[in-house]
């Protein structure tokens, strides 16, 4: 049982730590940087930022919530073609986006605290993968914000990756 309370600290910690980068990122990033590309992807810095907040705010975050607050909830596919562009707001600058993702991070490291052991294990069925935990799909975000946060850290400096 100790143990699981270990890991699931560290899961908390961990979106500690993904806050801390972004907001390390941030200001590393510039108006200037936000067009930065990774050689044959189509990805830019602001892109991935966009992408990421999407995710967050599109997928993870509800489902979390659903989960959390319902019985049998049932989670449907996400669709990122549908998503795209639901989250963005015209004119919108870097720093906005990743002020989001910042507020993101504080409040999930926030309500993670606040988990009760029944809230770590309550489970929502995803229709195309079955039944998942809260757990599981904190620990899903947690390694897609983790990936992509690597990813805009060898755009702002490649030799660093």
């Not at 805009?152 to 490649?158: E, F, R």
Request: proline content about 1%.
């Amino acid at each position: 049982m100790e143990e699981l309370a270990n890991y699931r600290r560290s899961l908390i910690k961990g979106y500690q730590e993904i806050g801390a980068e972004i907001e390390n990122i941030a200001e590393r990033s510039s108006a200037d940087k936000a067009d930065l590309f990774q050689e044959g992807t189509g990805w830019n810095t602001c892109k991935i930022f966009l992408h990421i907040r999407e995710v967050e705010m599109g997928y993870f975050l509800p489902y979390i919530k659903r989960i959390l607050v319902g019985e049998k909830v049932e989670l449907g596919v996400y669709e990122a073609v549908e998503k795209r562009g639901k989250y963005e707001k015209e004119g919108e600058q870097l720093q906005e986006i990743i002020s989001d993702l910042i507020v993101s991070c504080r409040f999930l490291t926030t309500m993670l605290g606040e988990m009760s052991e029944k809230d770590w294990n309550r489970t929502g069925r995803h229709l195309q993968s079955g039944n998942h935990t809260v757990q599981w799909y904190l620990e899903q975000n947690l390694a897609h914000l983790k990936a992509h946060i690597r990813q805009l850290a060898g755009y702002l400096d490649p030799a660093a990756v």
